[in-house]
């Protein structure tokens, strides 16, 4: 059988999973990472079922599972510490087939980038698209060391995706969604907390605490674009969110300043024409960014990168044929999830007190309706399942049984 190589470029967690879900289907696959490590920043990132059974189809998913910290409960609050909607991961579990994780995404790109064989990855690599290939003429990248040729070229290059621009120049770039956010990992607070997220005025809080015993937390607020605190990210955190209910206060005490990360949210101006070109497919940020809002931008990243593997599988690895199949499937279903979160994030932002009256009072309601409003917002996202047989079809009941 004829070789066939893979190119990605981005080395996050969408390239990577794409990367172990090809090389494990037999392509040789070279990771591009414009970065000189794979160091990603330090934060956490939830891993809903449909991430995790994702996994499962390249035998990745028990590993997942064992280095993501499991939640017993959790829920949505009021600064004042009132909740206003309570869950469990059983419940998660019930109701899509699997519980939420949470994992330190540094730990995830080493898990992930173990599973590729020695010089897979190169770092300190920035690439260039410089023909997406066609019928008969495969596509080319250039790279530092040269010219590299491939059967497939998997742009993963994020929000502001050089591959994206090359494929569909006249395309309008992701906007700012007028919020930023902060993210941070500390030791843990003296005293324990469940999961939460604590909605605010134009404020928005969460607090989640991983497997290894730190504590991952987020922050949000209106900000204009670019902005930065002239005294400090974190002495900004302070003003904003020092008194609100444990734990927050003792998170924010036991920050390092140099451990905030501010980041602007972008969201996908409009959906692409196709996320594929030639024999280049986009998958991830590149493809159709969102805000965080249904913790689904990575959930979604690794989605696209196991269909585009199972695709070319059934497509003998021909991306003629896999690559418009790649396309009818995640386009709708991906810019789905970026609308809704787009949704959310707007009823996070609120910041007129009658307004945030009024939500209150209906979440309440909404919630004394029926359990779980916080697991119904992902009903139709969570529960989706990959498009082959996982290989360890037992995994996701033992994981249920251990909750």
């Not at 260039?128 to 596509?139: E, F, M």
């Not at 059967?151 to 919020?179: E, K, N, W």
């Not at 997220?197 to 670019?226: I, M, N």
């Not at 005490?253 to 959906?271: C, F, G, Q, S």
Request: net charge positive; aromatic share 4%.
């Amino acid at each position: 059988m004829r070789e066939l190589r893979a190119v990605v470029i981005g080395g996050g967690i969408g390239g990577l999973t794409a990367a172990a879900a090809l090389h494990h289907g037999g392509w040789t696959v070279t990771v591009l990472e414009r970065a000189a490590a794979l160091e990603p920043v330090g934060a956490g990132i939830a891993l809903a079922a449909n991430a995790l059974r994702a996994f499962d189809t390249f035998g990745a998913g028990d590993a997942v599972r064992a280095l993501s910290g499991r939640q017993t409960e959790g829920g949505l609050r009021l600064p004042s510490g009132r909740w206003l909607s309570r869950t469990s991961n059983e419940a998660a579990a019930e109701r899509f087939g699997g519980p939420v994780l949470v994992a330190h995404r540094a730990e995830l790109v080493g898990l992930l980038a173990s599973r590729l064989p020695e010089g897979a990855v190169r770092t300190g690599a920035p690439a260039t698209l410089v023909d997406a290939g066609g019928p008969g003429r495969p596509a080319r990248v250039a790279a530092p060391d040269g010219d590299l040729e491939a059967d497939l070229v998997v742009g993963a290059d994020g929000i502001r995706s050089a591959v994206r621009g090359t494929l569909f120049p006249h395309h309008p770039a992701p906007h700012y969604s007028g919020l930023t956010a902060w993210r941070m990992v500390v030791p843990p607070p003296a005293r324990p907390f469940p999961a939460h997220e604590t909605w605010g005025r134009g404020l928005l809080w969460g607090t989640v605490p991983l497997g290894d015993g730190r504590v991952y937390a987020y922050a949000q607020a209106k900000a204009a674009a670019g902005g930065r605190a002239p005294d400090g990210e974190l002495a900004l955190l302070r003003r904003l969110f020092g008194d609100w209910h444990h734990p927050v206060p003792d998170i924010l005490a036991a920050a390092e300043p140099k451990a905030v990360l501010r980041n602007d949210i972008h969201t996908a101006a409009a959906p692409l024409p196709a996320y594929h070109r030639g024999r280049v497919a986009l998958l991830g940020d590149a493809a159709h960014p969102m805000t965080p809002h249904l913790g689904q931008g990575g959930c979604q990243a690794v989605e696209d990168a196991v269909v585009l593997a199972h695709l070319l599988a059934g497509a003998d690895g021909d991306p003629a044929r896999a690559l418009p199949a790649y396309t009818r499937q995640r386009l709708p279903r991906t810019m789905d999830v970026v609308r809704r979160s787009a949704r959310v994030g707007r009823l996070t932002g609120l910041s007129s007190a009658p307004a945030c009256a009024l939500r209150t009072a209906a979440l309440a309601v909404v919630d004394c309706l029926g359990p779980g409003l916080v697991l119904r917002g992902l009903d139709g996202v969570a529960d989706w399942r990959p498009p082959v047989h996982p290989y360890a079809a037992q995994t996701e009941s033992r994981s249920q049984e251990a909750l």
